[in-house]
């Protein structure tokens, strides 16, 4: 019998994806290039040559069930050796192939590392402005998300807010820094604070609390930003990351969860998320795209585009009077609306075929989210339509 | 805190597994080529040429988001729609873009299509033998596996112990054929006597019952063999395909559920899909995986090597008196063990440097499978050590 539950959620379409689907539609009147669609966190640089040729260098080289065959299940053991020592090398920690664990994308490692340290009924906590595809990735476990409100001054973490929430059913911490939506990176500061707490906390209640943080951003760091590694803070972290917006690959679904070397049973995660895959049928990555990750691991496409754009969208923005934090990484910004109803905001913006995602979803009322991975030219021409907007319909 | 459920998981190895890991061991001492394994369903013969020539083809022409940007969530729309125009061309049933969805291949397929038609609770009813990860498959949906015993004369279904098992709490049938371990496939005959039996029921209990199939050896059937095409006995079926057997590809995980376009809310499954893919952390197999697969749609590879080695080892084992089923497909065989107890008789086989996988874990006692994907030469060269092994225990 047709499932009820997941039926009655195909009704609730994803506001961000109605809005790019409403992008192109007006792009199909007007020539999408007259729409100025911040809508969607879809990198615009191209995939590094190297990647590609990668990728043809080992079809030409390994026989077919090198190239093709089954990967043991945690990934390629050589795939995650690689892994491993570039994040030792990179950020000091003593990482070896047995805490890397090979995944779809940052949405798997999340799916797997959440299953490894909660039980159905536990709390996870996240802090908003968040990404919100964290509700049915934590719902499908059985542990309940719980969003700390945000600290809209500066996007950090509301700690006040934080410790009221805090409790012994809270078995997980997700974060994601830099943060989509905000673009704002958690500072050594930041970090430090929530690791102290965290320490604590587990005395207090006699079981660790597991700190998973989603990477995906960690290689877009602007000039300035005091972006720090997370798992250096604390020692149960578990480090979701993905390749999608470092290699502009998201459709290759190819990320992996590090455990931290010292985490409570460091050595039992890997093996744990083994088992944990044969139930969500995941069963590993493209074998090709592991070895090709694997091959181009300390390198990034060209993100200098994404610091180009920030800056020019932060002046404008400020330059008309908005509230905003500047960005230290990812390709987001997060500025104020200019009234309470970050909807109505969004959707006079319309008007001036400017597409904006309003807050709410993300946790947080009155602002609104522009995704600059769009070609600079295109961020520039919008600027007389953000004016032209702000101008006629706020002053 | 560390989910005691997946770590006492790590504890119980896969029996064919910790076979695999014997003959590997054993081959350091003797020579991989001396040891005759028959434990693992891993291909050995090559991919097609043409698919590797494809992924470059496809990396030279296509833009990098082309090539490897997010794919909406059931899949490349244009791989669909090439998928449902070759399962309708060659098995005469409408299917359309809307009725595929691509997975990370059968595991995949499965994982979505148990979540689309069960809620915790439910029951699903497989038939022994069968693929012993259809227990943590279906266990991690909540629905509840139930074994129906083997119909050991023939391997097709045993309907008086099906019938015997249905109840109104059985809201899935999962069936495998051409079958691993058994290699027989389910006839017209059968087929035809299963989609009675579901249609009575579905009357009878006011509910659906869903036919999901998984289908990883359709493309490898024997001479000889009657192996119809499982949905277009029974509407209400869920094709689970994978390409890694027909392809080679095994480590890429590319597949896909394809829906009875006549099912009960057939245009509904598709986006349920997608809902449940977000808590998975699933999000489509690799963007140049399907792409690639597209373009060898109606291919194989070379599976004739399957079928000569089925018919030496027939020959082999049925002249040395095993009581054997002749396979029909797949890269399987299953003989009667000569003693009671399967474990002790492929543990006696070791000697001999045979690797058998006793059949208990497929729900059967006293069988044994050998799965002969494994180069013609080395099958010939075993033929001494089988007779061996035989003359020497059993005679």
Chains 1, 2 share one sequence.
Not at 64 to 86: F, K, L, M, W
Not at 257 to 267: F, G, I, L, R, S
Not at 304 to 314: H, Q
Not at 338 to 362: G, H, M, R, T
Request: glycine share 6%; with cysteine.
């Amino acid at each position: 019998m047709i499932s009820q539950h997941y039926k009655d959620m195909c009704a609730t379409p994803s506001v961000i994806r109605s809005l790019a689907v409403y992008a192109t539609e007006r792009g199909k009147e007007i020539g999408y290039e007259n729409v100025f669609d911040y809508s969607l966190g879809n990198p615009s640089v191209p995939v590094p040559q190297a990647f590609n040729d990668a990728i043809k260098r080992l079809l030409d080289t390994k026989t077919s069930s090198q190239a093709h065959g089954y990967s043991p299940n945690p990934g390629n053991p050589e795939v995650r050796r690689i892994v491993a020592d570039s994040l030792k090398r990179r950020f000091g920690i003593d990482y070896r192939t047995e805490h890397i664990f090979m995944t779809s994308a940052a949405a798997s490692a999340i799916a797997h590392a959440v299953r490894c340290v909660t039980v159905p009924g536990d709390e996870v906590l996240t802090f908003a402005p968040y990404f919100p595809e964290y509700n049915p990735y934590i719902n499908a476990t059985g542990a309940v998300l719980k969003v700390v409100p945000a600290d809209t001054t500066s996007f950090q973490i509301n700690f006040t807010a934080f410790e009221e929430m805090l409790n012994p059913k809270v078995q997980a911490v997700l974060i994601n820094t830099p943060n989509n939506p905000s673009g704002i990176a958690y500072s050594s500061e930041t970090l430090s604070k929530l690791a102290q707490i965290l320490y604590a906390k587990q005395e207090e209640y006699g079981h660790e609390i597991f700190l998973i943080s989603d990477e995906p951003y960690r290689e877009i760091v602007f000039a300035g930003a005091d972006a720090p590694f997370v798992s250096k803070f604390y020692d149960n972290t578990l480090c979701c990351y993905s390749w999608s917006k470092s290699l502009s690959i998201p459709g290759e679904r190819i990320g992996y969860v590090a455990v931290n070397p010292k985490a409570k049973d460091a050595e039992m995660i890997v093996p744990m998320c083994v088992q944990i895959s044969r139930g969500t049928g995941h069963n590993c990555p493209s074998s090709i795209i592991q070895q090709a990750v694997a091959e181009c691991i300390d390198m990034t496409s060209d993100l200098s585009v994404y610091e180009t754009n920030m800056n020019i969208l932060y002046k404008e923005l400020t330059d008309l009077g908005f509230t905003v934090v500047k960005p230290g990484g990812t390709f987001y910004i997060f500025p104020k609306a200019l009234e309470e109803d970050a909807v109505a905001f969004c959707e006079k913006a319309k008007k001036y075929d400017l597409i904006l995602v309003p807050s709410d979803s993300f946790g947080v009322k009155g602002y609104f989210r522009m995704a600059y991975c769009i070609d600079t030219e295109k961020v520039e021409r919008s600027l007389a339509a953000l004016r032209e907007f702000v101008n006629k319909e706020y002053k």
